[in-house]
């Protein structure tokens, strides 16, 4: 059985006490995904 992975494009933001939020485009509705298991997954920018 696989996994559903949802993907969203914006930004994190450190907020200097260590602490990170990100901050999802409005515009973007997300991409779904099935990663079957045990498939490698590699995610670059």
Known sequence: MG???RLWRG???NEGDGAWNFNADPTDFG???V???G???LLSY
């Open 3 to 5: 996994k559903l992975v």
């Open 11 to 13: 930004e994190w933001l």
């Open 31 to 33: 991409m779904r995904y």
């Open 35 to 37: 990663v079957g298991q």
């Open 39 to 41: 498939t490698l997954v």
